[in-house]
């Protein structure tokens, strides 16, 4: 499997996901305000795999900081980090977890708050798998054996440190023996369903066909799809899901035309502060994304436009949220409350 981002000696290496599946190229950032830029850019995106990419970040940041001077330059590196991208919950859940070990190691030598940084930040990583295989295993008996699944954006190994969350759902049903395959949306308008999940299931042999977003609710009510599966940027309380913009229309067309609606995500992607998903902060990203295609203007010029990179599905919606720890199900407020106790 396809190896998203890794701590090396040289630095923070990743895929660079801007240009697959055309080119298999990998970047090395050897500053934590490069790793700022890969995921701004989105050389690095997904949930998970901006998480783990901030955890570096912020190792690499004080590996290179003024001892003399860590306090006030661990502070800087946290705050570009968190300032890449607004809406997935995973990229502060990291943040937060690096400065809970930073303040612990108070008073030691820096040489041992490095070390200490460096083996979190692995460890995160490393985590970020298990938790996909444990999400794979209670995600797996609710995939109908012998259907077609259907997946907006791309959750899989790209977007986490490997497996994926809805695509290690997929993953997971084929182990366990059932004969699936998946319908996976382009996702316009970064296209990650068509350049990222069409890739790397191909890469795995799995079988799937690539639909434009708007063929989604076509096969639907063709009685195609036995079940969506997507993946989360952030779950309010009441079970409100953030995920790629166009999940909502999927949802809602799941619901009309009775076909399950699941998303599978860590309890990392849980954010039990905001009651609703009304409080999510949706990314808003450059025009350009929509009035071009590869560089190339397919619309007039001047014309205004709209670029939200997310929206919110409301629960009432969603049949069930797998995690890592079990499977959450309406009232979402007491299931999600229970699961993230742990
Ligand atoms: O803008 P992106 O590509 O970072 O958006 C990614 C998604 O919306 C994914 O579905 C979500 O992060 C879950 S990834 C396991």
Redesign the pocket.
């Known amino acids: 499997m396809v190896e998203t981002i890794q701590w090396t000696a040289d630095g923070v290496v990743m895929i660079d996901q801007t240009k697959l599946p055309r080119e298999i190229v990998y970047v090395t950032c050897k500053t934590y305000e490069e790793v700022a830029d890969a995921i701004v850019t ?1 050389v690095i ?4 795999a ?1 998480g783990v990419a901030a955890a570096m970040g912020v190792a690499i940041g004080v590996l290179k900081a003024d001892p003399a001077n860590l306090d006030a330059e661990f502070e800087r590196i946290c705050t570009m980090l968190a300032r890449t991208r607004p809406t ?1 919950v995973n990229l502060f859940w990291a943040i937060d977890r690096m400065k809970a070990l930073y303040a612990t190691l108070r008073g030691r030598q820096v040489e041992e708050i490095r070390a200490a940084l460096v083996r979190e930040a692995e460890e995160i990583k490393v985590e970020d798998i298990a938790i996909n295989r444990a999400m794979g295993s209670h995600g797996a008996p609710l995939i109908p054996d012998g259907r077609t699944v259907l997946t907006h ?3 899989g190994a790209l ?2 440190a490997g497996f ?3 695509l290690g759902v997929i993953r997971a049903a084929i182990d366990s023996g059932k004969k699936i395959d998946v319908f996976a949306d382009e996702t316009r308008p ?1 296209l ?1 369903g068509a350049r990222l999940t069409a890739w790397e299931l191909q890469q795995d042999g799995i079988p799937t066909t690539l639909i434009t977003d708007n063929m989604a609710g076509y096969f639907m009510r063709q009685g195609r799809i036995g079940c969506v599966v ?4 952030r779950i309010a309380a009441n079970g409100d899901v953030a ?2 913009v166009g999940t909502y229309s999927v949802a809602v067309l799941a619901k009309e035309n009775g076909v399950p609606f699941y998303v599978a ?1 860590p309890v990392s992607t849980l954010d039990l502060t905001l009651d609703t998903g009304d409080r999510i902060p949706i990314e808003q990203r450059n025009s350009r994304e929509v009035t071009e295609v590869f560089g190339v203007p397919v619309a007039p010029e001047g014309i205004a436009v709209q670029n939200p ?2 929206d919110v599905t409301p629960s009432r919606y969603v049949t069930a949220i797998i995690t890592e720890r079990g499977v959450a199900r309406a009232p979402y407020e007491e299931s999600l409350a229970r699961l993230a106790k742990g």
């Open positions: 989105m995106r997904g949930a998970p901006i997935a954006c791309n959750a977007a986490t994926g969350t809805a970064f990650q997507v993946g989360a940027d995920n790629k995500a990179a997310f």
